[in-house]
């Protein structure tokens, strides 16, 4: 013998654990004040976390015997498990089922490890299963049981929640080449803002989907304008919805009466931080703090890129070890005046066939900061949101010419002339 105890052992057991839990309200007045109560209770909550992971365990050894086909009628597997354990009759016999099944897989072992050993509930269990069903194929080769281990250890700390919403950052760090930009491209195309719905009551509803980059923005902007705002030492009694609302229609309000006049000046909104290496490979995404909090987006390299060239946006650059290298290049903006010429000159948007105002378009640096781009009028160019967006994705260089007629900015729409411009540079330069 091993020491381990044997099946009849353990049934003893289980028995003795119903007989301590049975009429234990009666006990109650026993638990002394002051957390007794509170011990308790994690007790039983841990022999219900042991319970739950071990009737996953029993079910996988059925599927594997074969022994829930057998019996008077043929029944389906999650028949058998409602029939033998009624307690999921109410809900989770299919979830019981889907972990057995999922623990019998080689790649799940270390998610099984984490369910026998107490540390994952079963219901979180699903979830990082899935999530890593869903993640495995995206993945850069080598990575997986880093990326089981941070579902894992977010599904531990944060629940199943924490699991579904890691997955960025796990795409930026252990992804392919390229994965999370894909993902985040792709979902540009599902933002949306729905005609308004009316009932006749007085009130419109809209129906609002934005992508990362669109939530970070907003965010970042609705955060200190949706704060409570006491009157004369009187609460604010709004809702955080109502403020948020409130403070939706005022940022549109306050844009609208800005009208002609000079962009912001370098007042920050956001903060985007990342890491040296992956602003300069441009392979991995960045963390972005909305307005100095603590909430993190996860954006893909090339939206920062884009972002990081409008002076709304702060990066601070970080070493490898977490140091801050550069909390956004002094002479990173545009000045007001070099604006106003930049308005002048380029007259708006100067993508090809664009006739955007300039009051909406954002300077463009050609060479881009992130890239050592100087803020010089040389190197700027204007370019509305559209077009900023397809100018990064699509790594178009532009050149800044002057002939007979004046100065304008001619672009090269060869996908990746970017890359080749930067190239040509780096030839130039002395080693
Ligand atoms: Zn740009
Ligand atoms: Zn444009």
């Known amino acids: 013998m091993d020491g381990t105890p044997g099946l009849e052992e353990r049934r003893r057991g289980i028995a003795a654990a119903r007989a301590a839990l049975t009429g234990i309200a009666g006990s109650l007045w026993e638990a002394p004040s002051g957390g007794g109560l509170g011990e308790l209770l994690g007790e039983v909550d841990a022999l219900v976390a042991s319970c739950e992971a071990a009737r996953v365990a029993i079910v996988g050894e059925a599927i594997e015997r074969g022994d829930t086909c057998d019996g008077p009628q043929a029944l389906t597997v999650t028949q058998w498990v409602r029939h033998h354990a009624p307690c999921t009759r109410a809900g989770g016999a299919g979830q019981v089922v889907e972990v057995a099944v999922a623990f019998a897989k080689p790649v799940n072992v270390v998610v099984k490890d984490a369910v026998e050993a107490g540390r994952l509930p079963v219901r979180s269990a699903a979830v990082v299963v899935a999530e890593a069903d869903r993640l495995r194929p995206l993945l850069a080769p080598g990575a997986e049981p880093h990326v089981l281990e941070?579902?894992?250890?977010?599904?531990?700390?944060?629940?199943?929640?924490?699991?579904?919403?890691?997955?960025?950052?796990?795409?930026?760090?252990?992804?392919?080449?390229?994965?999370?930009?894909?993902?985040?491209?792709?979902?540009?195309?599902?933002?949306?803002?729905?005609?308004?719905?009316?009932?006749?009551?007085?009130?419109?509803?809209?129906?609002?989907?934005?992508?990362?980059?669109?939530?970070?923005?907003?965010?970042?902007?609705?955060?200190p304008l949706s704060a409570p705002k006491p009157v004369e030492g009187e609460r604010d009694l709004r809702g955080s919805d109502q403020r948020r609302g409130e403070a939706l229609v005022s940022l549109v309000k306050r844009a609208v009466e800005a009208g002609q006049a000079v962009g912001p000046n370098a007042k920050t909104q956001l903060v985007v931080t990342m890491d040296w290496e992956s602003l300069a490979s441009g392979v991995r995404g960045a963390g972005v703090t909305l307005g100095g909090s603590d909430t993190g987006t996860m954006l893909a390299p090339e939206t920062v890129r884009r972002l990081a060239c409008n002076a709304s946006v702060l990066p601070v650059v970080l070493g490898s070890a977490g140091e801050v290298l550069d909390q956004g290049r002094a002479v990173r903006f545009f000045t007001t005046a070099q604006t106003r010429r930049l308005w002048l000159r380029d007259g708006g948007c100067t993508y090809p066939g664009c006739s955007m105002p300039p009051h909406w378009a954002d300077a463009h640096h050609l060479v881009h900061w992130a890239d050592f781009g100087r803020s010089d009028l040389d190197n700027a160019a204007l370019l509305c949101e559209r077009h900023h967006t397809i100018v990064h994705q699509r790594r178009l260089a532009g050149n800044v010419v002057r002939d007979a007629v004046g100065e304008r900015v001619e672009w090269d729409l060869r996908r990746g002339g970017y890359d080749q411009l930067l190239a040509r540079r780096a030839a130039q330069e002395p080693a």
């Open 150 to 223: 941070g579902l894992i250890d977010m599904a531990v700390a944060h629940g199943p929640r924490g699991c579904r919403m890691v997955r960025p950052a796990l795409l930026a760090r252990y992804g392919r080449e390229g994965q999370l930009q894909c993902e985040q491209d792709a979902a540009r195309r599902f933002v949306a803002l729905s005609q308004p719905m009316e009932d006749g009551t007085g009130i419109a509803e809209y129906r609002l989907v934005l992508d990362m980059e669109g939530k970070a923005v907003l965010e970042a902007a609705l955060g």
